[in-house]
């Protein structure tokens, strides 16, 4: 009877791992390709800036590979920059060179997240499946990077090397990793923090940043801050004194607004603008939400002009500690990449 209760409670501990192998991978499968990228980047980090590159090439029809030329890579650039689609990255410059000496660009990438935080900048760079990487490193070797003894250490080149190469390269290249467990390529300018990359990582860290970045779905491009980084890049204290007087009197009337824990603004495909701000608590968000949806729909002070000059204000949503903003852009406007600094009065705190 003994032998008969232990085999019946191994079998249960068997079934509860089992579901919880199961729930880990159903979990990993149901994120977007922003949450996953966030995960693996740094705890410290206070602003995130995110670019879909396969959804950026699908959402322009553009036809690019390993083999395009870095003149067409940067015509695709062009094109996404006149949609306000790649105004987040930081291989913008770098692009042609990259592509033709390193392998790898905005052509071929699935996507990229530029992390920057007190402790150093990261750039994550999803690879796709089938991409090159003994090619990539081939190519490492080829222009001079030092090669490291581990298969996933750090590629050391520095930005004299960089500076040898055939055109302009973000000193955030400078150092590089190789990580095939996790489909990403890193690159930064301090090689030390990115030997650290792994241990510093977010995981599934829940805070504000997570809240907003789930709340964005599947963005083409966006720009994340925490709650403290919106409140000082976002807000309305580098106005000048007349602008900052005039913006106290509209969030008065308003009702006022609580500091965020989180906040993003993204471009959604089909080119909607989507704004998500996150806060301590259900009740804040519901607040939020009537005085910022005010906020949204009248002057801009520190802009210039007023909102619905730059877009339509659509749906305005608090779900849980979050509120959600649809934004329209006006035709030849660029909400997110002119929305993505302060002073923005929707987004003050």
Do not use: N, Y
């Amino acid at each position: 009877m003994r032998r008969r209760w232990i085999l019946l409670l191994v079998l249960a501990a068997l079934v509860v791992s089992a579901a919880v192998v199961v729930g880990w991978r159903l979990s990993s499968a149901d994120r977007t390709r922003f949450e996953t990228a966030l995960a693996l980047a740094p705890k410290t980090a206070a602003r995130f800036s995110w670019t879909d590159w396969a959804g950026v090439r699908s959402e322009l029809g553009a036809d690019l590979s390993a083999s395009s030329s870095g003149a067409e890579v940067d015509d695709f650039l062009q094109d996404a920059f006149d949609r306000d689609l790649a105004s987040t990255t930081a291989l913008d410059a770098s692009a042609p060179t990259i592509q033709e000496q390193l392998g790898f660009s905005p052509a071929t990438i699935d996507w990229e997240l530029f992390s920057q935080g007190k402790d150093g900048a990261l750039v994550l760079m999803g690879l796709p499946d089938g991409f090159d990487v003994d090619g990539l490193r081939e190519r490492l070797r080829a222009v001079g990077f030092e090669e490291p003894d581990d298969a996933d250490g750090v590629w050391r080149g520095g930005v004299d090397l960089l500076e040898g190469l055939d055109g302009p390269v973000t000193p955030e290249l400078a150092a590089l990793q190789v990580d095939e467990e996790d489909d990403v390529l890193v690159g930064s300018d301090d090689p030390d923090f990115l030997g650290q990359r792994t241990d510093l990582a977010r995981g599934d860290r829940e805070d504000g940043v997570s809240d907003v970045v789930d709340a964005e779905g599947a963005a083409l491009s966006a720009s994340v801050a925490t709650g403290d980084q919106a409140c000082s890049a976002l807000a309305m204290t580098d106005a000048d004194p007349a602008d900052r007087t005039r913006a106290s009197e509209l969030v008065e009337q308003a009702g006022g607004v609580h500091p965020l824990t989180g906040f993003a603004i993204a471009a959604q495909p089909g080119g909607g603008v989507r704004v998500a701000m996150a806060f301590e608590t259900d009740d804040q968000a519901r607040e939020d939400a009537d005085s910022r949806s005010k906020l949204a729909a009248g002057p801009a002070p520190g802009q210039g002009g007023s909102f619905p000059e730059r877009f339509s204000l659509g749906k305005v949503v608090a779900s849980g500690r979050v509120v959600t903003m649809a934004l329209k852009p006006v035709e030849g406007s660029f909400v997110l990449s002119d929305l993505s600094s302060g002073p923005v009065l929707f987004a003050t705190c």
